[in-house]
């Protein structure tokens, strides 16, 4: 079974809303400290888009803050709520989780490494 699995994403007009969802693998579930997306759009760097602490802290790119909700319904499923999209939100979403706690650090200076497992990514498409 892979370790995380993704669903949800899609294509859909400039204001509309999207839902990802993401399961943890059973194994890996109850030793997993954060869990979030990550997002890369063509010719950009991936970035960090919301994170979920196992304690239920969350934490935002400034970007998409006000917009996005990140919510978990227990340790093993996961969800990222999208409203109010816009084409700068087209990419290529990652569902990502890590065994190791997060401490506070702000989602921009997390490294990639920092997460062990990741998801298949799922496409998010948003015309205009």
């Known amino acids: 079974q892979a370790p995380l699995v993704e669903s949800g994403g899609g294509a859909v007009q400039a204001g509309g809303s999207l839902k990802l969802s993401c399961t943890i693998a059973?194994?890996?579930?109850?030793?997993?400290?954060?869990m979030g997306w990550f997002r890369q759009a063509p010719g950009k760097e991936r970035e960090g888009v919301a994170l979920?602490?196992?304690?239920?802290?969350t934490a935002y790119a400034d970007s998409v803050k006000g917009r996005f909700s990140i919510s978990k319904d227990n340790q093993k499923d996961f969800s990222l709520q999208m409203n109010s999209l816009n084409a700068e939100d087209t990419a290529m979403y990652y569902c990502?989780?890590?065994?190791?706690?997060?401490?506070?650090?702000?989602?921009?200076?997390?490294?990639?490494?920092?997460?062990?497992?990741w998801g298949q990514g799922t496409q998010v498409t948003v015309s205009s």
């Open positions: 059973s194994e890996y579930a109850y030793r997993t400290f954060c």
């Open positions: 979920i602490d196992s304690d239920g802290s």
């Open positions: 990502v989780a890590s065994r190791a706690p997060r401490y506070g650090t702000p989602i921009q200076n997390l490294e990639d490494q920092y997460f062990d497992l």
